[in-house]
């Protein structure tokens, strides 16, 4: 029986730090990642992809701002700018997928599918945002837009680039509405394009309806949650770093190859991971393996085919 995998692809995938996000840029960047998914699809990999969109759902927002100031525009809420990028970045993932699969002349159908994730309404992450969107300000930048727009902003320091982004509620994820397709696709062969952006967040009111939450799920702990409820073999976060490392960017930085459960939940309780960077995607990969997954994986997409690379977590170290 073919393997199940599931695939997060970080924002690096999509939208190179240095660059302006022009659509050209973007297929290239998702051309160059999905070449790397060839090597998983030859091995006969049942597959879903997922993505972050944090940079253009904030796109999404500034364009719905200045289409209000400009043109008397209505402003879209959240959930629908969410929809928006999850329906524009799979598309061109899925574009882009099909035409690097006629190259290497694989006979594989894809679809892409809007998704909304259910989470709690009375989440505590409505009333404490934290999820970075859009591009980076400088400090009187950002300080001018909060006092403007009522937007807030948190300081982000990054390899590429450091300065202030916008933060939204970024509730945990509970469950995906179009889960059983997802499922009944992926197992017939067909590459999967699900809960891109953390998925559209929406609640289920006391009536048992649908209903919008204003917010932007992360893409690792949705993806996660996905994985596990498809019941996939492995979990791959792709991401800029080749592993995760102990004592990050310090002179006794040490590379973490192989992890078990234990032992990751002890280094993320000692702060070894970034907060609202590495920390979400290693607690994404723990509730994978706590949820029965056999292997998460986190690592750059150049290094996948290549094993000696990556951080493979799993429950038990393997004899
Ligand atoms: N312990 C660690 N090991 C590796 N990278 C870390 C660690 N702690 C923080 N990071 C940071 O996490 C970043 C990846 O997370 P993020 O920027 O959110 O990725 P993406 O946008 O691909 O989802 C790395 O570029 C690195 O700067
Ligand atoms: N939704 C989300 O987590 O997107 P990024 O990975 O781009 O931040």
Redesign the pocket.
Known sequence: MSKLAVVAL???ALLRGNQVGTIDEQEQNTTDTLENLVYLIKEGYNLVISH?NGPQVGNILMRNDAGEQLYGIPQMPLDICVADSQGGIGYMIERMLRNVLRKHGIDREVCCLVTPVIVDHDDPAFTNPTKRVGRIYDKAQADALAAEKGWIFKEEV??TGSGWRRVVPSPKPKGILNIKVIDQLVRQGIIVIASGGGGVPVYIDEEKNVRPAEAVIDKDLASALMAAEIKADEFYIL???PF??LN?KKPNEQKLEFLNYADTMKYLEQG???EG??AP?IKACLDFIKRGGKMSVITEATKLEDMSYGTKITMEYED
């Open positions: 970080g924002g690096n972050g990054k390899d991401t800029d770093v995760v490392y990050y070894m991971f970034g960077n590495m995607k």
